[in-house]
């Protein structure tokens, strides 16, 4: 991975820093369709079922609610104080639960299971202790040395008492928010959140047990200098968590109505937005970070930097992850299943989850079936995002197909970044160099079939590259 200046061509990266998807699934969340309902969901899960080996189960659990807006936010979340609304919602959720817990074999393991949101500690921590003993009583939870119980933390929102409570519930991993620490940049993004409440959050984690921690940053955000942010990666770097993930700031106003509070005016240039970049790459690798992938970093002895120096990292919706042998079940309103060859996602709206719920169904209003075609591409795309290479002869025996042939536009399409130097061609297949590893999202973009439809691209519904 590229560390300085010099090694960086900021022409190079300028002219890459395009839309497109951030392949947390391939094919991507737009070209899921209605079509696709509750009675498929049953059929994908009865069909995984059969597999002579049983695959292990992921859960994610999503918590929608916040108390205040966060104006750069592009989640689905419902912004509220009232706290019964926790417990009307779990209410549903663990309808939820025992409709889909049904539909598995109990041989099935939940090795992974995470709360994201929203804000997951909207809900108290007797609240999350009883949701995951009943996700603990539904499912077959692992009880192996790698089995992740995760959480999204706003530190702004618990105290470390509150924090050795949820370790006592099983938690292992958590994920804190923090963005910037500068002032001037959280008055204009509405969060305001101090170094101390942060650090004592994430010593109460190290104090209980929590055997990682990540931190969220973003570059880019309104009012963000170079002088700033750094000291904000300062701040963050001698907390020293496990993990570091650097977002770009996606500006879509027209598709995200909190951004619309945001003043373009006060967003970075996109030359100042590179640097901040550059900036962060340079200070973390220094500290000793491995750079895992897109926005990600971990240090050398995390399980993240472990799995992809095995060859079994992994990404989907939670992002990077160590379980690759898994099916994915979400829950929640909004949440996304991946289960055998099909997506299926839960309503968007609230409304709708809790309609489908009282009605004893189960929450599904869009999905996809994967074609044979997508599941070659999808496996292609993972491993590029994961490993940084495409492994063309292991694709040609597994697939039966002769690469070049196959891939004859998309390999066109890559010519240039060639070119340009972002990958290289040998014999053991096609790899990102330390440059391209920055634009692993254009060079999947090459493999997409679906970006050469023009209904996929009739309207900005991605962040840029950079």
């Known amino acids: 991975m590229a560390t300085n200046d010099a090694s960086i061509d900021r022409e190079l990266l300028e002219r890459y820093d395009r839309p497109g998807p951030r392949y947390t699934s391939y094919p991507t969340a737009p070209q899921f369709r209605e079509g696709f309902g509750e009675s498929d969901l049953r059929a994908a899960i009865d ?39 926790g417990d009307v919602y779990l209410a549903r959720l663990y309808r939820e639960i025992t409709l889909v817990a049904q539909l598995f074999d109990r041989d099935r393991d939940v090795i992974q299971l ?9 809900l108290s921590t007797d609240q999350l202790r009883e949701c995951v003993d009943r996700l603990q009583r539904q499912f077959r939870v692992s009880d192996a040395p790698d089995r992740d119980i995760s959480i999204e933390l706003d530190p702004r ?70 002088h700033g942010f750094g000291q904000t990666l300062d701040d963050v770097l001698a907390m020293r968590a496990d ?43 220094q500290a000793g970070y491995v750079y895992i992938g897109m926005d990600h970093f971990a ?67 869009r999905g996809l079936h994967l074609s044979d075609d997508d599941r070659l591409r999808a496996d292609l795309i993972q491993t590029l995002m ?42 053991d297949g096609i790899r990102a160099t330390a440059q391209g590893r920055m634009l692993l999202r254009n060079i999947a973009m090459c493999f997409d079939a679906y970006l050469d439809k023009a209904a996929a691209v009739a309207r900005p519904r991605f962040s840029r590259a950079i």
């Open 386 to 427: 994961c490993q940084g290479k495409i492994q063309i002869g292991a694709l040609e025996r597994r697939y039966g197909i002769r690469f070049g042939d196959y891939f004859r536009s998309s390999m066109a399409k890559l010519a240039p970044l060639e070119a340009d130097g972002l990958v290289k061609l040998d014999s």
């Open 47 to 85: 069909a995984s079922n059969g597999d002579p080996i049983p695959r292990r189960l992921s859960v994610y659990v999503h918590v929608p609610f916040c108390t205040s807006p966060c104006f750069y936010c592009g989640c689905n979340r419902v912004i509220t104080r009232d706290r019964t609304r």
């Open 299 to 365: 240090l050398p002895d995390d399980d993240l930097a472990q799995a992809q120096a095995r060859g079994c990292l992994h990404r989907n919706f939670m992002g990077y992850t160590t379980h690759a042998d898994s099916d994915l079940i979400g829950l929640g309103v909004s949440a996304i299943s991946h289960i055998g060859d099909t997506f299926s996602q839960n309503p968007r709206d609230l409304a709708s989850w809790e309609i489908a719920l009282d009605d004893g169904r189960l929450p599904v209003f």
């Open 243 to 285: 993990r570091l993930a650097v977002y770009s700031y996606a500006h879509l106003p027209d598709l995200f109505r909190p951004q619309r509070q945001v003043n373009a005016t006060d967003l970075p240039s996109p030359d100042t937005k590179l640097s901040l970049l550059m900036l962060a790459i340079q200070r973390l690798t």
């Open 114 to 122: 995470h709360f994201g949101g929203g804000t997951p500690n909207f």
């Open 157 to 226: 929102f618990i105290t470390p008492a509150e924090v050795a409570e949820l370790a006592c519930a099983g938690f292992n991993r958590a994920s804190l928010g923090v963005q910037d620490f500068d002032p001037a940049v959280q008055r204009a993004v509405n969060r305001i959140q101090g170094v101390d409440e942060t650090r004592a959050v994430v010593e109460a984690c190290r104090e209980n047990g929590v055997r990682s921690v990540n931190i969220d940053l973003i570059y880019g955000l309104p009012r963000q200098t170079l």
